[in-house]
């Protein structure tokens, strides 16, 4: 019995994460860079959405800086979507706990 009570509880599972997966996918999260400069907009997944520059960094001579405020802004934004996804998982696993060692496949 006990093993059949396991089984129903990890098809469970497996459904939660299905919609959890489903969750992730539509939100959205922004990162910034430059003091606002720069904003980049990405999906749950880590799926770049909008990308929005500032007029005025669009010179020449500021190609450089203007590529390095991009890379900050994506990568602020991609690191607050893994905060988000952690918080979802930590959510969805309530009181279940894992097994010491045990890790999210994501």
């Known amino acids: 019995m006990d093993f059949l009570k396991m089984m129903k509880q990890a098809k ?3 459904g939660k994460m299905a919609e ?5 996918a539509e939100i959205e999260v922004e990162g910034s ?14 799926e770049l959405k909008a990308l929005k520059i500032d007029p005025s960094l669009a010179k ?5 800086i203007l590529e390095d405020l991009v890379m900050a802004a994506v990568n602020d934004a991609r690191g607050k979507s893994e905060e988000v996804m952690q918080e979802k998982t930590k959510e969805m696993m309530g009181g279940m706990g894992l097994p010491p060692g045990m890790k999210m496949p994501f």
């Open 20 to 24: 959890m997966q489903q969750q992730i």
């Open 60 to 64: 020449p001579e500021e190609i450089e």
């Open 33 to 46: 860079a430059g003091a606002g400069l720069v904003t980049a907009t990405l999906s749950g997944k880590g």
């Open 12 to 14: 469970d599972l497996q």
